[in-house]
């Protein structure tokens, strides 16, 4: 695990500050919902801190975004936040701890966490390697976990706005891997509601759909939106919108659920 250099250092000045702090996971591609989550929640008073694994986009078609990371950090400024920009392969199961440790030193406790990561390469039953199952379970589900219980056994005043949200999917056939560890990444989130409860912390999941940032085909396009009763595809804004209410004071009352967030697509 790395800092990002450009963006470590604007969080650090010693001042008091009194925006809460949101560590976003995920948030390696400016064109993606982490990003545009990322920005919204800076808009909404909140200094964010956020990670990123360069190795992912590499094996992506959309290539690693070298630029990326300091484009949203000179986004996240322009809104008022501190940032810090951590680079963290989250497969292994001693990066959560590095992440929060990071983030605690130089931004001060966390108020909200957002899961946005994701291990996501598409195989079927019978194509799926033993290598890619693992590896989708400790990025999606096993990192999420010890995410979730560092930030848990982090917290210093439990007050009511203590948020945990994960995006997650309702992917099934030939997309065994993704699917099925973004599957027991619900489970784990939703136990946190009550499991949790003392800490006075909502937890929710989002299923955002498909939302466009890039990785569809011309003929994906079409056909999702065709699907889509609003007759558009999704934006990482539209994702942003439903984490911003959540985070706010009147989200409190939505606690343990999964909420589809998909325009219709699914109805």
């Known amino acids: 695990m790395t800092e990002d250099e450009g963006t470590p250092g604007d969080a650090g000045s010693g001042d008091a500050h009194e925006r809460p702090v949101a560590l976003v996971t995920g ?3 400016l064109a993606g919902i982490a990003a545009g989550i ?14 990123h694994w360069s190795p992912y986009d590499e094996r992506m078609p959309w290539g690693r ?18 940032t810090l920009a951590v680079e963290a392969d989250l497969s292994l199961p001693g990066t959560p701890g590095d992440v929060f440790d990071a983030v605690n030193e130089r931004m001060g406790p966390v108020t909200v966490l957002m899961m946005c990561h994701a291990e996501s390469v598409d ?6 390697s033993v290598e890619s199952f693992d590896r989708h379970f400790a990025v999606n589900t096993r990192s999420s ?18 948020r ?9 056939t030939f997309n065994l891997p993704y699917g099925a560890s973004k599957g027991a990444l619900d489970r784990i989130v939703l136990a946190a509601a009550r499991e949790l409860a003392h800490l006075r912390l909502t937890a929710n999941v989002i299923n955002p759909g498909p939302i466009d940032t890039g990785w569809m085909s011309h003929e994906l396009r079409h056909d999702l939106t065709a699907k889509t009763p609003a007759g558009r ?7 942003a919108s439903l984490v911003s209410f959540l985070c706010s004071p009147g989200g409190e009352w939505i606690n343990g659920q999964l909420l589809c967030s998909d325009g219709g697509i699914n109805s």
């Open 27 to 29: 948030a390696g591609r």
């Open 38 to 51: 990322a920005v919204r929640l800076a808009t909404d008073g909140f200094d964010v801190a956020t990670t």
């Open 65 to 82: 975004q070298t630029a990326d990371v300091e484009r949203l950090g000179e986004k996240l400024r322009a809104a008022g936040a501190r």
């Open 123 to 128: 195989s079927d039953l019978l194509s799926t």
């Open 145 to 162: 976990w010890l995410l979730v219980r560092e930030f848990a056994q982090r917290m210093e005043r439990p007050d009511g706005s203590a």
């Open 164 to 172: 945990i949200i994960a995006l997650t999917s309702d992917h099934t």
């Open 233 to 239: 595809l999704g934006q990482p804004g539209d994702t």
